[in-house]
Structure formats: structure tokens, C-alpha cells
């Protein structure tokens, strides 16, 4: 790892070319007035604090500094901490106590005298760990985009006894809530000994309009078995200053948040606010969402329990289908914008004929269509299964039917179904064409929702779990997740900034067109819109100037030549 340097607001100031400001998430802020606790230091300017520079590339800090103002809003900018290293390597770090708070003490990691880790050789992460965001690379490519490596570290900034942690589950159900919990707060006492833990009923609003839940071990036992959450969950009821107000008052430091990308929005808001309020509370966010368009994670818990639990539905309709004289099966999954358990149920099945997702544009009539597939496959098969995501074809669907946009709580655009719609369309096509036909339209959106995981996603819920405690002990806020089979700490603004969406230019997709030889329903149009799509997909958050790198990385470091 390269070292560092902290500039001077005024070398800072001739480096970059423009005045550095004071810290405007500095506790003395105006129009801040609830504080409390010890005094907090002085924020340094955001070029000392924010943005951490290797003296090999210190000629590179403004067009580093300018990259990343231009690549994320003003008010992320702010937070964001890049660590630059030769070769093109770039950590895109996670905030830390020590980024606001002063002499801070620590401790040692109660885990060394554990006896259940004694066995093991090297527990504790090293430091100067990470993970790159992209593994399959070139042989010039530069190093790229490295999030800090999930796990122990030796030291923590909190004795167990003064640990007090809450739990809270927002948006909507997924299999695998009653997991986390559990593990967070069987990980909790156990490994770091903690016993004041708290669980947030129904929510955001949980915060400030219901009492506490006490959670131990013995509480939450067996509740692994049942789906849902045991602490509910409601959307919306988002309140950054009342969420705060009340962390603060019941002196609440460790806050672990568990939901889909709005809920971890919801949780850099609360970060921000305890930081402009000089807190010692260390933010966790654990990434939910039974779609799996969580950014840059490999995937989200639950997910692999929703695919296999979707098998059911694509295997009634199967049945259905085939006991029928051109019958056809259709299923509706979930998928609001990325189409991914649609696609993974439909490789694993190998009984869908048509697949269709909202990342794949497809039409209806004439050549190439949807209702000329279905005529073709019911004359070569007598029946058909049709997968499709629930968020499909809403573009379709709102040229035919008039309907005002709405949200719900959460400010997701209520959908319209789909798969009602599509029935109703290839009946009436049928009809028209003067064809025998029997379609049943199956929805198992609520069952699989509500299902408890599965053991590949039980082992993923404590493994998340375990992450997220050991990197809110070491003082960190983030949001944990796997990224290329590593765990990770993650900035809350790029698992929020985007959606992680099946890439249909992907060999992945190309399968699934193989599987059930259904057409692809794009135009050329459409592709060279994906492929542009994909290319500024895969571009790193903060350009780094490989060849400097490269350069300055050859010569010697006593300056010889």
C-alpha cells in the first residue's frame, strides 16, 4: 500500500487549483443543535480528510480530485474516501471513526482469547486487505476499483460492556431476515460478548414510535425456521432527524440495517447525521433484495432460496400445460427492474419455452413476435410454459391501458400485472386466429417471499451477519457484501447510485435464448443500445491514470536512475 500525506489547507489549495472549504458535516454546523457528549475535533478540509493521495501520484491530485466530484453527487463527493496506488489501483474506502472523531482509544479484539478461534492460524484481516471490484482483467489493464476487505481486525474501538446495538428490517419480505437477525445476535454475544441488543420493531418508524425489543441468543433460538421477520417491517417512515434523535437519547452505537437499496439509502442519511453530529456510532447496512439489482455485490441473500422455491411454480404450470391440448403455462415472477430470478429459474428448469424480462424489450404481433413464437411452439409441442418478470413489458402494457403513475411508501413506481395482462392478450390473439387453447396464469410472488431460506442462504445470512458485526466493532460504517466471492465493506453510495441488471449482451443471457430457443426480440437498435449501456456500466466510479502509475512506479525510491 502507498503511503500517505495530509496537505495543508493551503499546499491543497495550489495542488488543486480551486479554494478547499471547511467541512460543511462538521458537528458545529449551523442550524445543528442537538448534540451531545464529548467535544468533537475540528473536521479537516475535504481534501485531507476525504480523499487520501500516494506521493507517487500526488501530480495526479487534481485530476483525481475533479474525477471524482464529476462522477458522484456533491453531497456523496463529500464522504467519499479514494486511496490511489500504483499500478491503477484505487481503494474506494468505507468512512471510519477516525475520519471525524479524535483519540479515540482501542482494544484488543475479544476474539483472541476466544477458544473456538484458537485453532485458527490467521484470523485477523491484515490491514492492507482488499478485494478488487473486477477480476477478469487484461494483461495491461491497471489494478482498478478494491473495496476493504469484510473481518476481524485486531484492534476494536469498543469494550463489550459499553456495546449497544440495535437491529431493524424495512421494505418488503424476503427468505432469509430471521437468519440475519439471528446470527446478529448470536454473533454479538457470543463472539464479542456483547448483551445490550436491541431489536426495531416494523421498520424505520420503529425508531421513534415503539418501544425497544430486547433480543438475546435464547430469544431468537430457532426463528431461523420461520420466514418473514420476527421484528416486522413496514416501507417508508423514514425520519433522518427523529431516527437520530432517538439513537442518540437511548445511547444506541452500533446500528445494523438490513433492507433493499432505499433502505440503504435511508442508512447513509442516518451516517451523515450522526456524523455532522460527532457520534461514536458505527453504521451497518446489510443489502436485501429478493431481485438481487443490489450494485456490485455477487449476489443478495435470499436469492437462491426465491429460484428454487420459483422451481414449484414452473413446475405446476408444466403440468398444467401439458395435460392440455395447446395448453400454455405462464408464471410471474419477481423482477421489478432486473429480470434475474426470472432468467436463473428458467436455466434451472429447462421446461420454459419464453422467457421474458425487463432488460429484453419484446413485441407482440407481426414477424418475429411473441404470438407468432407461441403459434409455432403449441404446433410443434402442443404446449408451452412462459416465464415473466413482473416488471416486463410495462411500456406495452401502458400504451393499451391508461393508468396514472404511482409509488408506494418506499418511491418504487407501482406496476401494473403483467402477467393478467399478457393472458388476457394471447387468449384474445388465439381467439382471433380461431385457435383451441387453455392458458393458466400462476403468481407466486407471496409464497416465495415468505418462505424461510434455504441452507446455501442460511450459510450466506451468517457469514453477512458476521461481516457486518465485525466491521461495526472496528469502527466503520457500510454496507457488507460478497464481491467476486470475498466480503467486502462498501460505501453506502454505490450500492444506491445504480441497479445491478441482467445484461442481455452477457454469455448468461445467450444461455438462456440457447435453452428454450426462443427469439430474441431485439433489433439492432436495441443491441447497440445494450452494448453502450454495458461499456458505461463497467467504467470505474473515478478514472485513475494508469500509465503515471506505471511510470512513476518504475522509478527507484531513492529517486536513482
Not at 486511496?83 to 477516525?98: C, I
Not at 432527524?241 to 439509502?265: A, C, E, H, L
Not at 456490485?296 to 422455491?309: C, N
Not at 400504451?399 to 409509488?407: E, L, V
Request: proline content about 5%; charged content about 25%; overall charge neutral.
Amino acid at each position: 500500500m502507498a503511503s500517505h500525506i495530509i496537505l495543508p489547507k493551503e499546499e491543497a489549495e495550489a495542488a488543486l487549483g480551486v479554494a478547499v472549504e471547511e467541512d460543511h458535516d462538521s458537528p458545529a454546523a449551523p442550524g445543528y443543535q442537538h448534540q451531545q457528549g464529548p467535544p468533537v475535533a475540528k473536521a479537516l478540509p475535504f481534501s485531507a480528510t476525504c480523499v487520501r493521495i500516494s506521493r507517487d501520484s500526488y501530480p495526479n491530485l487534481r485530476a483525481l480530485r475533479n474525477a471524482s466530484a464529476m462522477s458522484l453527487p456533491d453531497d456523496d463527493a463529500a464522504y467519499a474516501k479514494l486511496e490511489e496506488g500504483d499500478y491503477g489501483y484505487l481503494l474506494d474506502d468505507v468512512p471510519h471513526f477516525t475520519d471525524y472523531l479524535s483519540d479515540l482509544p482501542t482494544f484488543p479484539n475479544p476474539l483472541q482469547d476466544h477458544p473456538a478461534y484458537s485453532t485458527v492460524k490467521q484470523y485477523f484481516v491484515n490491514a492492507d486487505d482488499t478485494v478488487p471490484e473486477k477480476v477478469v482483467v487484461q494483461k495491461d489493464s491497471p489494478r482498478g476499483v478494491h473495496f476493504r476487505r469484510a473481518g476481524p481486525r485486531q484492534r476494536v474501538y469498543f469494550e463489550s460492556e459499553d456495546v449497544k446495538a440495535c437491529i431493524v428490517t424495512c421494505g418488503g419480505l424476503c427468505p432469509g431476515l430471521n437468519t440475519v437477525i439471528r446470527e446478529l445476535v448470536c454473533g454479538l454475544s457470543h463472539m464479542y460478548n456483547v448483551n445490550d441488543i436491541f431489536g426495531i420493531q416494523n421498520g424505520y418508524k420503529g425508531f421513534y414510535s415503539s418501544n425497544y425489543l430486547p433480543m438475546t441468543p435464547k430469544s431468537v433460538n430457532d426463528i431461523h425456521k420461520r420466514g418473514g421477520t420476527v421484528l416486522g417491517t413496514s416501507r417508508g417512515g423514514h425520519d433522518t432527524k427523529k431516527i437520530v434523535d432517538n439513537i442518540q437519547d437511548r445511547g444506541i452505537n452500533q446500528v445494523y440495517i438490513i433492507g433493499g437499496d432505499g433502505t440503504q439509502k435511508g442508512a447513509y442519511e442516518i451516517y451523515k447525521e450522526i456524523r455532522r453530529r460527532g457520534l461514536k456510532v458505527a453504521v451497518a447496512g446489510v443489502p436485501k433484495t429478493i431481485d438481487n439489482d443490489i450494485a456490485v455485490i455477487d449476489k443478495s441473500f435470499g436469492f437462491d432460496s426465491a429460484v428454487e422455491e420459483a422451481q414449484r411454480a414452473i413446475d405446476a404450470a408444466h403440468v398444467e400445460a401439458s395435460s392440455a391440448e395447446n395448453g400454455i403455462g405462464l408464471v410471474k415472477l419477481m423482477g421489478r427492474y432486473s429480470g434475474f430470478i426470472a432468467m436463473y429459474a428458467t436455466l434451472a428448469s429447462r421446461d420454459v419455452d419464453c422467457c421474458l424480462i425487463p432488460e429484453s424489450p419484446f413485441y407482440l404481433e407481426g414477424e418475429g413476435g411473441l404470438f407468432e413464437y407461441i403459434e409455432k411452439r403449441l404446433k410443434e409441442n402442443n404446449h408451452m410454459v412462459i416465464v415473466v418478470a413482473e416488471g416486463a413489458g410495462q411500456d406495452l402494457i401502458a400504451k393499451s391501458i391508461a393508468a396514472a403513475d404511482q409509488i408506494d411508501a418506499s418511491g418504487n413506481k407501482l406496476l401494473l400485472d403483467v402477467g393478467l395482462w399478457l393472458t388476457h392478450k394471447i387468449k384474445d390473439y388465439c381467439k382471433n386466429k380461431k385457435m383451441e387453447m387453455t392458458i393458466k396464469y400462476i403468481d407466486p410472488t407471496y409464497m416465495i417471499r415468505a418462505i424461510p431460506s434455504n441452507a446455501s442462504d442460511n450459510v450466506y445470512c451468517t457469514l453477512l451477519a458476521h461481516s457486518a458485526i465485525h466491521g461495526a466493532m472496528a469502527g466503520y460504517s457500510f454496507t457488507v457484501g460478497m464481491v467476486n466471492g470475498r466480503h467486502a465493506y462498501i460505501p453506502f453510495h454505490r450500492v444506491t447510485s445504480t441497479r445491478n441488471k441482467v445484461k442481455i449482451t452477457d454469455r448468461m443471457w445467450a444461455r438462456l435464448l440457447s435453452s428454450t430457443n426462443q427469439p430474441s426480440f431485439l433489433s439492432q437498435k436495441d443491441i447497440d443500445a445494450a452494448r453502450e449501456a454495458d461499456k458505461l456500466a463497467s467504467k470505474s466510479p473515478v478514472p485513475v491514470n494508469t500509465k503515471e502509475h506505471g511510470e512513476n512506479a518504475k522509478k527507484p525510491a531513492n529517486g536513482e536512475k
